[in-house]
């Protein structure tokens, strides 16, 4: 009864906000968003961008300019929103590394489908490929919106069943990793990555500074004292030649890989690095043609990063992009555990290529809608079921999530609103597709009884508006926010991540 009573009231407590809001908003505002009736308007691909860009350095956000007025794309002009998938889960963890050292993160790196990314999901895992579902509530402190979630869930794999691994590590050893316990954080990383893997596998590592170097020649995986030789041996040196190293990293992996082509296994690549690179090729060009050559071939990139000194966000996720993988940021050995032990498996088994998702309104029954998050991600809707433009990669047991802002329109009862439908390329290279669509009758329209992990996600939302100073600012204030967070835990009991995150959420608004 307690856990009840404390999550009623804290949503209720954001309807609260919201009338008292109201009153310092113009006449002019639309259904408490922040929008006027007439500032509905298509996206590039039915999604309208999260800021503008420009070219200023805003206190550390350079290229970001807040937009609290950001208007809803009218479905009537664009009912489709398609982007490509995006399982990482990098910036929520450089953002919880930044908050625990007292600094912040840039608002143009806060994703905010990266920081729901992170968090465990309730979507029932289909027997096989992609699932999708999509369920919605109302929205606290806009009631004629719904906050709608769009899931898509990757089948498991059981550890047992994957196929044996040719791993290429290949380690920044700069200086820049000198700064701020970066290496130790690498070899722990490393080390719990070792631990983890199979006998059968075989693993090779390339140390890259002003040069690159192989540290460790094809070894099997067996060889414990000789993996963690070569970890011990790792150090800081001099400048950085990303490119020295990933070029020395995929040779290595494609000459395994021809090694053992007639073995079934896999061949993965993992860069661990601040992201930095000051000599030899600096720019992503030449790096990201040589990785997207090597993906063609069956090589996938999983970009660890590490560090918050000094780290070049940008250039990681491009990387992993390029290469058909996925990026994660490491700041503690709790996280090397979660990815490289307990979780090791599903970051290594792909289950999907080049997978999109498109999501239609119908223009009869929604006034307008916004994604939340994928600002980056966007596919121009005629390109969705063409498989010659690139998507997201989805690896084993994974969840990502889309979160819409829907307004729907006065009077548009109980028919079906919105659909979702995620098309992908199995292994076979076949392409597949799924659907899902909700209707009125589906919608929560008391928050409290809708599913505590969209719940969650709401709150991971409103806190990435909050970081952004997004159309949401006007109409959540921080206190909302921090009383909304308070409540999870009695709805998510014993999810740690969850803890950690009210923690996060007192710290950035107090």
């Known amino acids: 009864m307690t856990m009840h009573h404390r999550s009623r009231t804290a949503w209720a407590a954001a309807a609260l ?22 500032e509905y308007q298509p996206g590039p691909n039915g999604a309208a961008p999260n800021g503008q860009r420009d070219t200023n350095d805003n206190g550390g956000d350079r290229g970001y300019t807040p937009n609290r007025h950001q208007a809803l794309t009218d479905p009537s002009e664009d009912a489709q929103s398609t982007f490509a998938l995006d399982i990482d889960t990098g910036s929520y963890t450089r953002f919880r590394d ?16 990266e920081f729901v990314n992170y968090f465990e999901q309730d979507y029932d895992a289909p027997r096989d490929g992609l699932g999708v579902s999509i369920d919605a ?31 290429v590590l290949v380690v ?57 030789d070569a970890i011990h041996e790792l150090s800081p040196q001099a400048s950085t030649n990303a490119a020295a190293g990933l070029s020395l990293g995929y040779d290595v992996a494609a000459r395994m890989r021809a090694d053992s082509e007639n073995e079934h296994r ?34 996938n990139l999983v970009s660890v990063g590490v560090g918050i000194a000094d780290y070049d966000d940008e250039l990681l996720e491009q990387l992993a992009d390029r290469g058909d993988g996925w990026h994660v940021y490491v700041d503690t050995e709790a996280e090397a555990e979660r990815v490289f032990a307990t979780g090791l498996t ?21 006034a307008g809608y ?34 819409y802002d829907v307004e729907l329109r006065e009077g548009s009862g109980r028919g079906k609103f919105v ?65 909304a967070a308070r409540s999870l835990p009695d709805r998510l009991d014993g999810d740690r991540d969850v803890a950690e995150l009210v923690d996060l959420v007192e710290r950035t608004t107090a």
């Not at 906000?17 to 007439?38: E, F, P, R, Y």
């Not at 061949?267 to 043609?289: F, K």
């Not at 599903?346 to 009869?364: C, G, I, R, Y």
């Open 17 to 38: 906000a919201t009338t008292i809001l109201a009153a310092g908003c113009s006449a002019g505002s639309h259904d408490g968003n922040g929008s006027s009736a007439g």
């Open 98 to 113: 930044a908050v625990r050292n007292g600094t912040s993160l840039p608002r143009n790196e806060i994703r905010t489908e």
């Open 137 to 167: 509530a109302t929205l606290p402190f806009a009631p004629g919106h719904r906050l709608v979630r769009v899931g898509i869930r990757s089948a498991d794999v059981a550890d047992r069943d994957r196929l044996d691994a040719n791993l």
């Open 172 to 228: 920044d050893c700069s200086g820049s990793m000198d700064e701020a316990g970066k290496m130790e954080t690498t070899k722990a990383a490393l080390r719990t990555l070792a631990a983890n893997l199979r006998p059968t596998d075989t693993v090779a590592m390339v140390c890259y500074s002003t040069e690159a170097d192989l540290l460790l020649e094809p070894t099997p995986a067996s060889d414990r004292q000789a993996l963690e």
């Open 266 to 299: 896999m061949t993965r690549v993992v860069l661990v690095s601040d992201g930095v690179a000051n000599v030899g090729p600096t720019s992503t060009g030449g790096i990201l043609e040589r990785i997207g050559t090597e993906t063609r071939n069956g090589i």
């Open 346 to 366: 599903n970051s290594l088994v792909l289950t999907a290529k080049d997978a999109k998702a498109q999501v239609e309104f119908d223009p009869e029954l929604v």
């Open 370 to 403: 916004r994604l939340v998050g994928y600002e980056n991600r966007a596919v121009a809707d005629d390109d969705f079921r063409d498989d010659s433009v690139d998507g997201g990669e989805v690896f084993a047991g994974h969840a990502t999530t889309a979160l």
């Open 419 to 483: 659909s979702a439908t995620v098309r992908y390329q199995e292994a076979s290279g076949e392409a597949v597709e799924r659907r899902a669509a909700l209707t009125g009758d589906d919608c929560v329209t008391d928050l409290d009884e809708a599913s505590p992990r969209l719940q969650q996600d709401l709150v991971v939302a409103m806190l990435t508006d909050h970081l952004t100073d997004g159309p949401w600012s006007e109409r959540v204030d921080p206190s909302t926010l921090r009383e």
